[in-house]
């Protein structure tokens, strides 16, 4: 058990067009930095709070309830933990603020505590955390902030998470207009149901990009891209969204689309010298655009949250 500890939250891209509430992505470039520390009173405490705002109250407060969570599994005795947020991670901004938060808490226990938790324990606490920011439980943007890679949420009941490994040279470039958009009023404004034939497309659709993924099929992922769900609901929500996707597509990648609820939106790139190239176009459109931005680009992170020294 140790006295104290520092965690890396990461960013991450939900959904990728085809993946609805199934498919994510952890990024290298965007984080939270949280740190833990081992306190007299039993349970989880709020520390030092920066950066973006985050609730105050403990019971609100995602990580705390995350952490909680975790915390309620050990079967050691008593313990008291207090957590302080760095939050550089914008709160609806269509990154994974949120799970950034709950993934870490749980990293974080973990590590303070020294318990091997199971992947599936972690899961379920981080989601307990996601709950209070979006009203679901959707692991799409917590498993990636906490296993790295793209991962495929292959059942919705009790979370089971795939890690999907991938030979290609995949490099994102994330957009972020400074305007934000709550998730659960963003999952409030979709379709209850759809049509038999849009999700024959969509399910299809999924199977293709991960057996892409799963290949090193750069023409199949690319073909298998158009998000039929959640694109032509949200689209109208974020400012010169085909303007951007135009631009980024002429510029090279293969994949363009939504990230999350949004306003972000992301593209992917096959190697660095192309997500450059895309990410200056789309620097070169949004300079000329009353909006402040935000670009992000990187290599798809292989880790998730973690300690660092």
């Keep these: 058990?140790?006295?104290?500890?520092?965690?890396?939250?990461?960013?991450?891209?939900?959904?990728?067009?085809?993946?609805?509430?199934?498919?994510?992505f952890c990024l290298s470039d965007s984080y939270d930095l949280m740190h833990f520390?081992?306190?007299?009173?039993?349970g989880i405490h709020l520390g030092a709070l920066s950066g973006y705002a985050v609730p105050s109250n403990p019971s609100e407060n995602i990580a705390c309830v995350a952490a909680q969570s975790l915390l309620n599994k050990y079967k050691g005795p008593e313990i008291g933990i207090e957590l302080s947020i760095d939050k550089r991670i914008k709160p609806g901004s269509g990154v994974g603020s949120s799970a950034a938060s709950a993934a870490g808490a749980v990293i974080g226990v973990k590590t303070l505590l020294g318990v091997d938790f199971s992947d599936q324990e972690l899961l379920e606490s981080a989601l307990d955390g996601e709950q209070i920011a979006s009203g679901a439980r959707h692991a799409d943007n917590i498993a990636?902030?906490?296993?790295?890679k793209f991962c495929l949420i292959i059942t919705q009941e009790?979370?089971?998470?795939?890690?999907?490994?991938?030979?290609?040279?995949?490099?994102?470039?994330?957009?972020?207009?400074?305007?934000?958009?709550?998730?659960?009023?963003?999952?409030?404004?979709?379709?209850?149901e759809i049509p038999l034939k849009t999700a024959v497309k969509q399910w299809s659709s999924l199977a293709g990009f991960t057996a892409a993924l799963?290949?090193?099929d750069l023409e199949l992922m690319r073909h298998c891209a158009k998000d039929y769900v959640a694109e032509p609901v949200?689209?109208?929500?974020?400012?010169?969204f085909e303007s951007l996707k135009a631009s980024a597509l002429?510029?090279?990648?293969?994949?363009?689309?939504?990230?999350?609820?949004?306003?972000s939106v992301f593209a992917l790139c096959e190697g660095a010298t192309n997500a450059a190239q895309v990410a200056q176009s789309l620097t070169d459109f949004l300079q000329e655009q009353p909006i402040e931005f935000k670009i992000y680009s990187g290599e798809i992170h292989q880790?998730?949250?973690?300690?660092?020294?």
Aim: charge should be neutral; aromatic fraction near 6%.
């Design 1 to 24: 058990m140790k006295e104290q500890c520092s965690i890396w939250c990461p960013a991450s891209v939900s959904n990728l067009n085809v993946g609805f509430d199934a498919l994510g």
């Design 37 to 42: 520390k081992r306190v007299d009173r039993p």
């Design 144 to 148: 990636p902030a906490l296993f790295g």
């Design 158 to 192: 009790n979370h089971r998470v795939l890690p999907l490994s991938t030979g290609l040279d995949l490099h994102y470039v994330v957009a972020h207009q400074q305007i934000e958009i709550k998730t659960s009023e963003s999952r409030g404004a979709l379709p209850v």
């Design 214 to 216: 799963l290949t090193d």
């Design 234 to 240: 949200r689209k109208s929500s974020i400012p010169h």
């Design 250 to 263: 002429d510029s090279g990648a293969f994949i363009f689309g939504i990230s999350g609820s949004g306003p």
């Design 303 to 309: 880790k998730g949250a973690h300690e660092i020294l």
